[in-house]
């Protein structure tokens, strides 16, 4: 049976009342969704919005106090262990409770197979971007009501473009605002007194940034009493900080944080520096002046945006490598007042 005859509640031009955000991965992409939270809420302040997200990404939804419940999948690890009992207990588990109440909107903006099937468990008219806008154009098979959303806009531009067609309001065109606050968590951490937060992990070896240019852009740190602090996700990550760590005095590395626990650090620092990562937007959204280095693609699509009261500087792209110099530089500008 097509999904998409099941059921059809029409709420387009209406207040809205109980709204079901998908947007499950990865980091950054998360991140990029926030700024539609603001948008709906400044249209129906009354909305109740809850929100999909894989499991190791549920600490940003949850950072933004708008967002009442937070229903997490683990798709990721379910695909590893497919034949689990403890796989299909887990899926049904998310079934029963993301079904429980209707909504008047279930909005996937992540037009993804597995993130449309995730909005046949849920009850409500369910909305995405047409089989020309999706990222995988059968994601828009499952939808009830489908959008053209253009593909060359950065990620941002999309989410809050696919959301407003669907609560039926004009899109806004302001900064975005991403509403998260870090909790301020008890660390046994000792973080130096002004910091660089340096956000040298990342996804893909052709995103990374030289260590010879971390270590002398701690050097260049150093001379104006900064301190550069380090966090890291995994044992190749680590070694890096720890590589860095060694040619430098002014160098701190973290021990292994939760997302939760990292943004509290992150919202400490005076500035971010950090590669094409999720951690980066996360400065961003965390409203920390960030610096974002690009080596391997394209930031006019998936760069960081900054809020309204706050700077960012993008640099490099495709087979780039930024300077150190032009590093420093865009340090200057994003902390000038």
């Known amino acids: 049976m097509n999904p998409a005859r099941k059921v059809l509640i029409v709420c387009e031009n209406s207040a809205m009342k109980r709204i079901l955000l998908v947007k499950t991965s990865s980091l950054g992409d998360v991140i990029h969704n926030l700024p539609v939270v603001t948008d709906i809420l400044q249209q129906h302040p009354d909305a109740h919005i809850d929100w999909v997200v894989e499991e190791a990404f549920a600490d940003i939804p949850k950072l933004h106090s708008a967002i009442k419940q937070v229903f997490t999948v683990a798709v990721r690890r379910w695909r590893k262990q497919l034949f689990s009992k403890q796989t299909w207990l887990e899926i049904a588990a998310f079934k029963q409770q993301v079904s429980q ?71 806004v065109d302001n900064a975005p605002t991403y509403g998260l606050a870090a909790e301020k968590l008890a660390l046994e951490i ?99 002046p960030t610096v974002a280095i690009y080596t391997d693609t394209n930031p006019a699509w998936t760069g960081v945006m900054a809020s309204a009261n706050h700077k960012v500087v993008n640099l490099g792209g495709v087979k780039q490598t930024p300077s150190v110099s032009s590093v420093l530089a865009a340090i200057q500008t994003v902390t000038i007042n």
Not at 219 to 231: D, E, N
Not at 233 to 244: K, L, V
Request: with cysteine.
């Open 101 to 171: 109440q209707p909504y008047d909107l279930i909005i996937d903006t992540q037009g993804l197979i597995k993130s449309a099937v995730m909005t046949t468990f849920a009850q409500g008219n369910k909305c995405g971007m047409d089989k020309n806008s999706a990222r995988e154009p059968l994601a828009s098979y499952f939808y009830h009501t489908k959008y053209f959303i253009a593909r060359n806009q950065h990620a941002v531009i999309r989410n809050r473009a696919l959301v407003a067609k669907a609560c039926g309001y004009a899109l």
């Open 190 to 288: 000792a973080c130096p007194q002004s910091f660089v937060i340096g956000l040298h992990g990342t996804s893909k070896d052709s995103k990374l940034w030289p260590i010879t240019h971390w270590i002398a852009l701690a050097k260049q740190l150093a001379t104006q009493q900064l301190s550069l602090v380090l966090p890291w996700a995994s044992i190749a990550e680590q070694q890096r900080a720890q590589t860095i760590a060694a040619e430098v005095d002014n160098v701190t590395v973290l021990p292994k944080l939760s997302i939760a626990q990292l943004a509290y650090i992150i919202q400490q620092a005076w500035v971010a520096v950090g590669v094409d990562t999720g951690l980066s937007h996360l400065s961003v959204a965390l409203n920390i």
